[in-house]
């Protein structure tokens, strides 16, 4: 069974641009998150999505936005890109959005901002 | 505010020796605990998870202790090994649906 999919890997972009993160899920999970990892700050919750609607985002400016497509895949948007935004940023799943699931992450998606 | 924090950042054991890496979580209503291993250049890999109707679980070569009243979580790894070494997180699970809280992690470094 493949595991959550991240792509790419690594991706550079400068001050103001507009980064897009792309994720595949587990098959047959549905539920979709997204999580930052700063140097020093720990895994920070950003969005989850499932059945194609956002359903929970974390402490994040409006600039990280994301949709869920009907295959159960996901995108990370972010705007405006500042340097605090360099991070890797890592996607999960799980079989459904009720609780007491682990959630199964993939490899993630290292951003650097110059 | 939300918090799910480690005691000890930086563990150092020795090969074949156990391990245990504590938790402290703040939120009581949380329900449902994960502890992950992360290697350098990979994402989280689940470990064991434990549901807070029980106090005990044990895994292949770890063990999960949950204690509510003075809501701490410890993962124990017995017969440690080189391949052990990594950052373990510990995570909880809120009332507020899919959003994990993770500790800041504890790197494990094992000695051969």
Not at chain 1, 62 to 86: H, I, T
Request: charged share 15%; with cysteine; hydrophobic share 30%.
């Amino acid at each position: 069974e493949a595991g959550v999919t991240q792509s790419p890997t690594h991706l550079i972009k400068t001050r103001g641009q507009q980064a897009t993160l792309r994720c595949s899920p587990i098959s047959g999970h549905t539920s979709v998150y997204w999580y930052q990892q700063a140097l020093g700050l720990g895994l920070q919750f950003l969005l989850w999505y499932d059945e194609g609607e956002e359903r929970n985002r974390g402490n994040f400016p409006p600039r990280f936005s994301g949709r869920q497509f009907p295959n159960y895949s996901s995108e990370l948007n972010v705007n405006a890109l500042e340097l605090e935004d360099s991070a890797l940023y890592l996607c999960a799943s799980s079989p459904w959005r009720g609780g007491n699931q682990p959630q199964h992450f993939g490899d993630g998606t290292r951003l650097s901002i110059l | 505010g939300e918090s799910v924090g480690l005691h000890l950042p930086t563990l150092s054991v020795q090969e074949g020796d156990n391990s245990i890496i504590n938790c402290a979580y703040s939120n009581s209503a949380s329900d449902y605990f994960i502890w992950y291993k992360q290697e350098s250049g990979k994402g989280p890999q689940f470990i064991i998870d434990i549901r807070s109707n029980m106090d005990k679980r044990q895994g292949q070569r770890v063990t999960v202790l949950l204690n509510k009243t003075v809501k701490h979580l410890s993962l124990q790894i017995a017969a440690t090994q080189p391949g052990d070494s990594a950052v373990y997180f510990c995570a909880e699970n809120t009332s507020q649906g899919g959003k994990l809280i993770f500790g800041q992690g504890t790197e494990l470094s094992v000695k051969p």
